[in-house]
């Protein structure tokens, strides 16, 4: 008696089965994995990045990739529910990393011609910093701009840094000394090593008040360059540009609140 209505649960089954099915496959769509440069899957939700964090250039990145740049983008991406993790290491190592797609993005990396086609970068800058050329106090006087510069001077630079694009085309005339970290442009300039070194203002006001000397010992004479520093993504990784739109995101979000700037003056109370 119960023969007639088989073909009805069969039908109502099928039906089931293919509403289940299509809900399953919208939901994956909308939960969609993002693969990072090692093949890692994340959701959108939560998505965790590597960067990598510069190991000598206090106060922004130091020895333990904690400063001011580390500081302003964990606030930034924390704003669009993103998880970092940091890779702290030398500045030529995060550029290389970078360039290979071991790490999802690397800071602080100056947004110019020789950088502008080897990564991807968002629109709102992470800093704008000064650089300028550091002479000892009482020497080379006759010098007050890049044209003054003679061929084969003399100058100490941090290796892999960018130094803007007015420096690049006087580059080739120098004798570069290219060093790890800052503290070695000072020491070097004071026993006579170099005639000259290009230090960034707020990190060079750092190391020395770290190695206890006073300003009055150099003289800062003319700037280099004036410029942005940004994450710099890899374009190996096939979500950068999705990165650097979180960012800049964030980092609005951060100075439309006034916490941009509220975290940069307490660093400098530091």
Known sequence: MHVPYRPVLLVLYCLTALLVAAS???N????APVTGAAGAAASVDGVHLRLGAENSWPPYSDEQGQGISTDLIKAAFANRGVV??????????????????????????????TTENKYIFGEVPLLSVKAYW?????THSNIKSFNDLPDNFRVGVIRDYEYGDDYEIHRHRFNEIRVS????IIRMLKQGRIDAGIMFEREA?????????????FDKRFLNHEGD????????SPRARWMAQELDKGLLMLKETGEYDRMLANKNRD
């Open 24 to 26: 399953s496959g919208s």
């Open 28 to 31: 994956a769509e909308q939960k």
């Open 84 to 113: 970092l993790s940091f890779q702290v290491l030398p500045y030529a190592r995060v550029l290389h990393d970078l360039a290979s797609g071991k790490i999802d993005g690397g800071f602080n990396v100056s947004r110019q011609a």
């Open 134 to 138: 550091f002479f000892m106090a009482g």
């Open 181 to 184: 970290q800052q503290s070695q």
């Open 205 to 217: 006001e750092f190391a020395m008040r770290q190695m206890q000397l006073k300003s009055s010992v």
């Open 229 to 236: 520093v940004y994450v710099a993504f890899s374009h190996k």
